[in-house]
C-alpha cells in the first residue's frame, strides 16, 4: 500500500489502477479506514480506479462511480489458461 501511496501524490500521474484492491480489503489484508483516508486525501484532480468484487461498503461511500460487471464469455472456458500480463 506504501507504493499505492506514493503514486497518490505522485504529480506525474493522472490516473491510478488499484487492480483487485477490493480483494486486499476483502480479506483484511490492508486496513479499511487507512485505505479510505489515503484515497480520500489524493489530489483532487488524481482519477482513482479499483478493481475486484465485493467492494466494501466504506469504499463504495466515498466512490464517484460504482458498475458492476457481469461475466458473458471468459477464455478460460475455452481452456486459455491466465496469462501473464493480462490476467496476473
Known amino acids: 500500500w506504501k507504493v499505492s501511496v506514493e503514486m497518490l501524490h505522485d ?3 493522472d490516473l491510478l489502477l488499484l487492480d483487485e484492491l477490493n480483494i486486499a480489503l476483502r480479506y483484511d489484508y490492508l486496513d479499511i479506514g487507512k485505505v479510505v483516508a489515503d484515497l480520500e486525501a489524493r489530489p483532487r484532480d488524481k482519477h482513482v480506479v479499483v478493481t ?3 467492494a466494501r461498503p466504506e469504499l463504495l461511500a466515498i466512490a464517484d462511480l ?3 460487471m457481469t461475466l458473458v464469455k471468459h ?3 475455452a481452456g486459455v489458461k491466465a496469462q501473464r500480463g493480462i490476467d496476473f
Open 11 to 13: 504529480p506525474g500521474l
Open 52 to 54: 475486484g468484487r465485493n
Open 66 to 68: 460504482v458498475t458492476e
Open 75 to 77: 477464455p478460460f472456458e
